[in-house]
């Protein structure tokens, strides 16, 4: 089955630099991987996502890349603020749903 | 609307209680599903509904059994539970079972004692 690796599992920075996360994944039929920030106390909220059609995408602050050769997605948050911190999952589907299997998670603190 | 909502947001129980936790989506989404999330730990899939029908069991012990009594309600209930079984437990629901967005709700801190 499908195995996501997650780096780093805690990242600090300061307000308005960039933060970075990748992910590895195992399983080449892997074709969607979405990323979700979960703050404390609350649920997993998606934040963006990307498809294995696609290389890059970028919704203002956010962007991730895919490489699917190397088989690994990366997050990129710039100008991070203090309101970024959180835990952040990244995360890979085949097909369905019920395959989708998460990444172990990265606590980012952004310190003002 | 682009919400999923769970009640209660905290549960406090015994192990010979019944209790359970509701989930609600109205954005017609046809797959909803349960997870289970401990501390510092990605969520786990439990139970997964398709089409009001429950379509996979992830192998999950009989004290929770799930229901899904529409299209949009999906509730967990509680019996017999274990100290151990104390986690947040997330409800998500998406357009269906292929790769859609997942959306999740703000989930269940449950504790048993």
């Known amino acids: 089955g499908e195995n996501v690796e997650q780096h780093p599992s805690t990242l600090s920075v300061q307000e308005g630099d960039s933060a970075v996360i990748k992910c590895t994944y195992s399983d080449s039929a892997s074709n969607y991987f979405p990323w979700y920030k979960q703050e404390l106390g609350k649920g997993p909220q998606l934040i963006i996502d990307?498809?294995?059609?696609?290389g890059e995408k970028k919704d203002q602050r956010i962007a991730v890349t895919l490489n699917k050769t190397a088989k690994h997605f990366s997050l990129h948050i710039t100008e991070t603020q203090p309101e970024d911190s959180a835990v952040y999952f990244c995360a890979a589907s085949m097909t369905e749903i019920n395959d989708m299997r998460f990444g172990a998670g990265t606590r980012l603190t952004v310190k003002p | 609307d682009t919400e999923v909502t769970q009640t209660p947001k905290h549960l406090v129980m015994g192990m010979t209680n019944k209790k359970s936790l509701k989930c609600e989506q109205h954005m017609g989404h046809r797959a909803m599903y349960w997870y289970k999330q401990k501390a510092k730990k990605p969520p786990e899939l439990m139970f997964v509904y398709s089409y009001e029908k429950l379509s996979i069991n992830e192998s999950v012990p009989s004290r929770f059994s799930p229901e899904c009594p529409n299209s949009s309600l999906l509730n967990l209930h509680l019996h017999a539970l274990q100290p151990e079984d104390s986690a947040l437990y997330l409800c998500?629901?998406?357009?269906?079972?292929?790769?859609?967005?997942?959306?999740f709700g703000q989930g269940t801190r449950l504790t048993v004692v």
């Open positions: 990307i498809r294995s059609n696609v």
């Open positions: 998500a629901s998406s357009l269906g079972q292929t790769n859609t967005e997942a959306f």
